[in-house]
């Protein structure tokens, strides 16, 4: 069965410090992964996606960028946090639309 | 384009009560499908069902049901016998045949109380 890792679960990091979440995949094959952001107030903001290696789409220009090393493996970087950049983020992988399936999350904090 | 409305910010019911979540998907697409997700204060998101706009059948799971209407874009979903448990954030969410994600609604915050 598949199954989706995101780590770490909480983060509180200083304004300007680097950032790096990851999400990786487990039991299926070239998969659409994707980053969304939810900021206080609920709503969940796409930001980006990749349908294969290498690929990265951008939904909004903002401070952060997003990688795909692996074919199941999402990174979610930054090279200087800002306080907007608090939220909660997660990672889902989709098999070409059929589902949505999301991680368990990681609440970024940016002090 | 495609956009996912749920008028309803938060509705609180006592337990025992039913209530429904609306949901109204609007895209030029014919083919398209229409999600509901279960955020618990834990923040994971956890699925509950995907329709396609092809299939208008009610769908009973449990204490849940959903019905679509594809003649007014309406995804509702209905809850029978409420539970505290049941108190979550609820989002509709739709992917039109186009396009690449999904488009979520701003949810509704659902409080059961005992």
């Known amino acids: 069965s598949q199954t989706i890792h995101q780590w770490p679960a909480t983060l509180v990091q200083p304004v300007g410090s680097p950032l790096s979440l990851e999400c990786t995949v487990e039991?299926?094959?070239?998969?659409?992964l994707y980053w969304y952001r939810q900021a206080a107030g609920r709503g969940l903001q796409l930001l980006f996606y990749?349908?294969?290696?290498?690929?990265i789409s951008s939904e909004v220009p903002q401070n952060l960028s997003a990688s795909r090393p692996q074919d199941r493996q999402f990174i979610l970087s930054s090279k200087k946090l800002l306080l907007s950049d608090s939220g909660f983020y997660l990672c889902a992988w989709s098999a070409r639309g059929y589902g949505y399936t999301f991680g368990s999350g990681t609440r970024l904090t940016v002090v | 384009a495609q956009k996912v409305t749920q008028a309803q910010t938060e509705i609180s019911v006592v337990e025992k009560e039913d209530v429904t979540l609306d949901c109204v998907y609007e895209t030029r697409d014919t083919t398209y499908y229409l999600f509901w997700y279960k955020q618990p204060p834990s923040g994971e998101l956890v699925f509950l069902i995907r329709?396609?706009?092809?299939?208008?059948q009610n769908e009973i799971s449990g204490r849940y049901s959903w019905n679509f209407q594809k003649s007014t874009s309406s995804f509702n979903f209905t809850i029978t016998a409420s539970q505290v448990v049941d108190s979550a954030v609820y989002f509709c969410?739709?992917?039109?045949?186009?396009?690449?994600?999904?488009?979520f609604g701003s949810g509704t915050q659902l409080t059961v109380l005992p």
């Open positions: 969410a739709g992917l039109s045949g186009s396009a690449r994600q999904l488009t």
């Open positions: 329709r396609n706009s092809f299939d208008e």
């Open positions: 039991g299926t094959s070239n998969p659409n």
């Open positions: 990749s349908v294969g290696i290498g690929q």
